[in-house]
């Protein structure tokens, strides 16, 4: 059983910075890929990020609609994923979800391939 919280949510103007963090309550944690996914009021939630542990370094991936403004990292030591988001625009409005899937699945970016989930944590950027 994997146990994900996020924190780190909150409002941001346009063109500025957010940081979400996420911390999993697993024994193994590096052999979990985690990923980011976004819901927005109305949308079916879209996948962000995914970040799995390459044995040397992390492997990264993400969504081509937040690709050179997000980065996510994660610390295995720490149990920790994070999402950095700069230059944030008001369609990145949303609830952001850190989920965990099996890394022997290799990086998912469907959310079905995702068994464990955090709560969420809202971010809202102003225009």
């Known amino acids: 059983q994997v146990q994900l919280v996020e924190s780190g949510g909150g409002l941001v103007q346009a063109g500025g910075s957010l940081r979400l963090s996420c911390v999993a309550s697993?024994?193994?944690?590096?052999?979990?890929?985690m990923g980011w996914f976004r819901q927005a009021p109305g949308k079916e939630r879209e996948f962000v990020a995914a970040v799995t542990w390459g044995w040397t370094a992390d492997r990264s991936y993400y969504a081509d609609s937040i690709k050179d403004r997000f980065t996510s990292s994660r610390d295995n030591a720490k149990n920790t994923v994070s999402l950095q988001m700069n230059n944030v625009k008001p369609e990145d409005t949303a609830v952001y979800y850190c989920?965990?899937?099996?890394?022997?699945?290799?990086?998912?970016?469907?959310?079905?391939?995702?068994?464990?989930w955090g709560q969420g944590t809202q971010v809202t950027v102003s225009s």
């Open positions: 989920a965990a899937a099996p890394a022997a699945l290799g990086v998912q970016r469907g959310s079905e391939a995702y068994a464990y």
């Open positions: 697993v024994r193994t944690f590096s052999s979990y890929t």
